[in-house]
């Protein structure tokens, strides 16, 4: 999801989605009762993050409250795709309720996170799809950015047919037949080319480039947001109508809507240094990558429980995909399907307690 779940899901030396560098791109948003301390923007962002609308971007905000040391304040940097919203919703939850803490979230793209989380305007990021160049200058070299630690959870990217079309048509799932398939999943935006359908522009992907070098007869359609394709591919499944898209795990509409991979070219590493060096010339699969959190360097030294508490956040892909599929399917907010998890898992979430 990177992603993105999805902004950038991309092959490391890493997918982006973009989410999604490598993730999908999957918010300045109030988490429950949690006082707003980014102002009217942040509302908006948050609205418009869980309703799929539309997206404001909070890069160059930051709270009041992150990197300020002493206080019992955490500033969480929330991505788009709803995976890394249940994340956060988990952890804030947790922080406020179990530890004392007053949570602040900043929704931020993918990469300027980076930024953000050196420049200690974030204290941490839960979940990160692989970005090299960042992890170098800022991990490596600057020093301004600490590993957190594995989520638990294994991001993985691809393009996806619904169960129902690869059942009736087998050989759809490997990408040597997808021409063959390309005039039933024509669509107006796609004109004479069949549709592969991403998510939001600011997914950090290489299906342009696939459909390029692969010689696909299909044209990359942007739904504009996670939130917009998945209301998408639930009105194709609905009208049991084929339809191929890019699409990541973990995520909760599986669950809903059943989807088959499509097996592209074996990923390498040649391929993903290749690609590292030149985006423009992937052909090959996405990697599976273990999601990984990030703390600011400062947070990570003087965060106290806060800091140990984020380091032992791991959980399942299970685990998150049951708050995501609360939070975007069965209309509870991000703090209602907090708590309803944190009730239910006191055997998980007891072991993150420092």
């Known amino acids: 999801m990177a992603i993105r779940k999805p902004n950038s899901r991309t092959p490391r030396a890493h997918p982006a989605a973009s989410r999604r560098s490598a993730a999908p791109a999957r918010g300045g948003r109030r988490l429950g009762g949690r006082a707003r301390t980014v102002g009217t923007l942040a509302a908006v962002a948050s609205l418009l993050a869980l309703t799929g609308c539309g997206k404001a971007d909070m890069t160059k905000q930051s709270s009041p409250y992150a990197n300020v040391s002493g206080a019992k304040t955490v500033t969480l940097s929330v991505q788009s795709w709803v995976g890394a919203q249940g994340n956060v919703a988990v952890a804030a939850y ?59 959870v294994q991001g993985h990217i691809g393009w996806w047919v619904p169960k129902y079309f690869a059942d009736a048509h087998p050989d759809v799932t ?3 037949n997808l021409n063959k398939y390309a ?8 004109g004479r080319k069949g549709q592969l359908l991403d998510g939001s522009p600011s997914y950090v992907t290489h299906d342009k480039a696939l459909v390029k070098n692969l010689g696909l007869d299909y044209q990359v359609v942007f739904a504009g947001s996670e939130a917009a394709q998945i209301t998408q591919i639930k009105r194709f499944a609905k009208e049991k109508k084929p339809f191929l898209t890019y699409w990541y795990e973990p995520q909760w509409l599986f669950n809903e809507v059943p989807m088959v991979e499509v097996k592209l070219p074996e990923y390498t590493e040649e ?19 273990p999601l990984q959190k990030y703390l600011n360097a400062d947070f990570a030294d003087k965060g106290g429980d ?11 892909k299970e685990h998150q995909n049951d ?3 609360m939070i975007a399917s069965q209309g509870l907010s991000a703090d209602e399907a907090a708590e309803r998890w944190v009730k239910a898992n006191p055997e998980v979430w007891k072991r993150w307690l420092p």
């Open 94 to 152: 947790l922080l406020e309720h179990e530890l004392g803490y007053r949570v602040d979230t900043v929704q931020v793209d993918e990469v300027p996170a980076w930024d953000a989380l050196s420049q200690g305007r974030v204290d941490a990021i839960l979940e990160d799809w692989g970005h090299p160049e960042q992890e170098r200058r800022y991990v490596e070299e600057k020093k301004t950015i600490a590993r957190g630690g594995d989520l638990g």
């Open 174 to 176: 490997d990408w040597k």
């Open 183 to 190: 005039h039933r999943l024509r669509t107006a935006e796609s």
């Open 271 to 289: 391929c993903a240094t290749r690609g590292t060096e030149d985006p423009a010339s992937v052909d090959c699969a996405y990697p599976t990558t």
């Open 306 to 316: 806060a800091a140990r508490f984020l380091r032992k956040f791991h959980w399942s």
């Open 323 to 325: 708050v995501s599929e």
